[in-house]
């Protein structure tokens, strides 16, 4: 009777909880049997391991073998287990020292050549196994994947003829290297491309620089999803800790592009036949969804109405927590998704609703059912409302953009850096509870506030929203208190009505707007 004992990691959310894999070998009738809850595929994965061992030049022992996968509690899935399996038969039959593994995890799928194949998820493994102070062996399409996890040793193979002879001491696997080259920058997105639509723009200005939730609402061909596209372009750039968060939700999602290291903030525009879980996550084993996929990015909803009703609920609590809790009858697993949402939508089923050229033949109350698909608790979440028209032939035919995306990014950069200095936070994540602490408002500012609270009747969340709001739009302008002006800005994004007419104008604040330099940065009246 022997046993041996081999190092690997599960799949877990984007965890990676240890897995004890125990080979013990013991006479009676040859026999392999795989326990400790995994899936099929770990199941099957005793024909994958009986052909690689043949084709390596070992045999399996002619014993009857029993496999523990422990904890025997955590399910287990997918093919990742097949490499430390193989590597504990071997070890538990002499053919690989005992001592070479105490030190060492494992992860691969295997092939009936014993050639290794790629798993998901290698890189939150490598951070694990390094934070457990062991070095790990990968196939060699996830090594630059796993070399990632800063400090991890990480060793590459082919083959598990190779990892044997590395463990045996006669042959050392090559180290690898972290993928952190830059990829080839894509042409950058200019918001001058965009015409007119001042206002919107201002929105997206807005948004980037304290991370706030948008709506566009308007006719088809107004420019909303040309507007959407230039937001990534006006973000801060990627700093190391998110890319790694985002590696490791690549990592886990089994969706690569070539590049282990993103250097671009992403930018996911799904489909709105989309289901739920592909859009928050889901399944078995849990993946995440484009929610995740687009976190510290853009996540864009076009034709917002069009969605299914459960799909769209199920953003409700990530978009404010920043977090996607997937819980099951034997799995619950956790997803980051910190993402900036930008949804778009025609004001009515033609598209037309509010148009000055009155195409629109749609009745009040078909107006009102295809506004009534997305709910008001949702709407209550996003913090800007902007209600586009269609540009005017003349201003189309001169092509003038006005201002460049670098222009704009300089500002959004100097307020993020004010808000990150004075709380270490964009103003959108903000809880309700630090307003008091971070938003300094004079009396004039809270006192429109109030009026407008109970004007338009909103709820508690909403006025929480429109001080950070007014809040970024202060960092903006660099100031460390929020005056009138700010607020009545903030508020003039509130109105969530099928045609936004922004009410709270200009007209409605003080009189004194020396505080804004042009007239893109005040508060429009109408759209």
């Known amino acids: 009777m022997s046993l041996a004992v081999v190092h690997t990691r599960a799949r877990f959310g984007v965890r990676a909880p240890e897995v004890r894999v125990e080979v013990f070998l013991a006479g009676g009738l040859p026999s392999m049997a795989i326990v400790g809850l995994g899936s099929t595929a770990v199941r099957e994965s005793r024909d994958r391991i009986r052909a690689a061992l043949q084709a390596s030049q070992f045999e399996l022992p002619s014993k009857r073998i029993t496999v523990n996968l422990a904890p025997a509690d955590l ?6 287990f097949d490499l430390p399996i193989a590597i504990g038969l071997l070890a538990a039959a002499g053919h690989v020292p005992l001592q070479s593994v105490r030190d060492t995890e494992l992860l691969g799928e295997l092939s009936l050549s014993g050639a290794l194949r790629d798993v998901s998820g290698c890189l939150p493994a490598a ?8 070095s790990v062996i990968v196939p060699e399409g996830n090594a630059g994947e796993a070399a990632c996890a800063s400090g991890a040793v990480v060793f590459s193979a082919r083959t598990l003829a190779q990892v044997v002879a590395h463990l045996r001491g006669e042959a050392s696997l090559p180290r690898a ?18 015409v007119g639509q001042t206002q919107a723009k201002r929105a997206l200005e807005i948004a980037a620089a304290g991370a706030h939730a948008l709506r566009f609402i308007g006719p088809p061909g ?29 990592s886990v999602s089994g969706r690569r592009d070539g590049t282990a290291w993103p250097t671009e903030r992403p930018f996911r525009s799904p489909l709105h036949g989309s289901s739920a879980v592909a859009l928050v996550g889901g399944g078995v084993p849990p993946r995440p969804g484009e929610l995740s996929l687009a976190h510290h990015g853009v996540l864009f909803l076009d034709e917002l109405p069009e969605w299914s009703r459960a799909s769209l609920e199920a953003l409700r609590e990530p978009i404010e927590s920043g977090v996607v809790h997937l819980a099951r009858s034997t799995v619950q697993a956790e997803f980051p998704a910190r993402a900036l949402l930008v949804t778009a939508m025609n004001p009515c089923p033609c598209g037309w609703a509010g148009d000055a050229s009155g195409r629109c033949a749609c009745t009040g109350d078909t107006i009102a059912r295809y506004q009534s698909r997305v709910s008001g608790p949702l709407l209550d979440r996003i913090d800007l409302h902007v209600g586009l028209q269609r540009v005017p032939a003349a201003d189309i035919a001169r092509k003038s953009g006005g201002e460049r995306s670098a222009d704009v990014r300089v500002r959004v950069l100097a307020a993020r850096e004010r808000q990150l200095l004075r709380q270490g936070m964009p103003n959108g994540h903000l809880a309700p509870a630090a307003l008091s ?23 508690a969340r909403a006025m929480h929203r429109v001080l950070r ?10 100031r460390e208190s929020v005056n009138a002006c700010d607020i009545g800005e903030a508020l003039a994004f509130r109105d969530t009505s099928p045609t936004p007419a922004n009410a709270w104008s200009r007209a409605t604040l003080p009189s004194d707007s020396s505080t804004r330099d042009t007239p893109a940065h005040g508060v429009a009246g109408t759209h």
């Open 469 to 478: 709001v007014a809040r970024t739009v202060a960092d903006l302008e660099g």
């Open 222 to 250: 107004c420019g909303k999803t040309l507007l959407a596209s230039r937001l990534p372009g006006l973000l801060p750039p990627l700093q190391d800790s998110e890319a790694l968060e985002l590696a490791v939700i690549r």
């Open 177 to 194: 290297v972290a993928q952190r080259e830059a990829s080839i920058q894509k042409a950058q997105l200019d918001l001058a491309d965009v």
């Open 127 to 134: 951070m694990a196994a390094c934070a457990a102070g062991r």
């Open 75 to 80: 399910p287990k899935d997918g093919a990742r």
């Open 437 to 459: 602490i971070f938003v300094l408002a004079n009396a004039e500012a809270m006192a429109l506030l109030e009026r407008a609270g109970d004007r338009l009747a909103l709820s």
